[in-house]
């Protein structure tokens, strides 16, 4: 099997200004995902997506390759994962004169992943023969319980309707929040995707502290903390 893995780092991020590059307890936070996908050592190939020069310049420092600089109308801030994955994809195959199996996609705002979480995941995904399978962790908020959306009248309701009403949380059927740490596509899945779901899609969870997902400064300092502290060592 064919695999290819990739990191998408867009530079100009909002939350945080050049987060992918910033320095977290003395490491650009690039560089911790680019490490955990070689540790991993299924890759044939890591490569990082990115139009900004001086992170493909830090992402070549730590062992990805940057074949290319990511196209202007897939840089913006509204450009979604799908097409950037599949012009990686197009490039790497045209370039190589391969087909690849699979795309592992590990994006670098989630540095706590391991490479066991990795290797759980595309060993489920291999499994399960899924099409699309992605990382999550139990949410603490719930639709069929604490999560209500406003209608017309402005009136509050559960984002399910259910026939019957939950008394406790605990009662209530188990959902997830997709962590944005691991997703890996099918090579002929990505190619027909519109957008990450499909209708056979797989999970595997995480615990909450693996999931941490940098998008502000704040989770930039809790994330900070965590390996200071000693509560997350790699």
């Known amino acids: 099997m064919r695999i290819l893995g990739t990191i998408c780092a867009r530079g100009g991020s909002k939350g945080v200004k050049n987060k992918n590059i910033r320095e977290l ?12 996908l070689k540790q991993w050592g299924k890759a044939d190939r890591i490569i990082c997506s990115t139009d900004s020069p001086e992170i493909a310049e830090v992402a070549r420092e730590f062992g990805a390759e940057t074949p290319f600089l990511r196209p202007s109308d897939l840089s913006t801030h509204t450009a979604s994962k799908i097409p950037v994955l599949q012009h990686a994809l197009q490039f790497c195959e045209e370039e190589d004169n391969v087909e690849y ?15 066991t979480d990795i290797d759980e995941a595309f060993t489920k995904f291999l499994a399960t023969n899924a099409d699309v399978l ?101």
């Open 101 to 115: 199996d699979a795309i592992v996609d590990l994006q670098p705002t989630s540095p706590f992943r391991n490479a």
């Open 134 to 234: 992605y990382t999550v962790y139990e949410s603490k908020k719930s639709p069929y319980f604490t999560m209500v959306e406003l209608d017309e009248n402005e009136n509050a309701r559960l984002v399910k309707d259910l026939t019957t009403e939950f008394v406790r949380r605990q009662d209530a059927l188990k959902v997830y929040s997709i962590n944005g740490s691991v997703y890996i596509f099918s090579r002929d899945q990505l190619l027909r995707a519109k957008g990450l779901h499909c209708e056979n899609e797989k999970i595997h969870i995480m615990d909450e502290l693996s999931s941490v997902d940098i998008d502000t400064e704040l989770d930039f300092q809790f994330a900070e903390f965590l390996l200071k502290s000693g509560h997350y060592k790699f």
């Open 25 to 36: 307890d003395g490491n650009p936070l690039l560089y911790y995902t680019i490490k955990v």
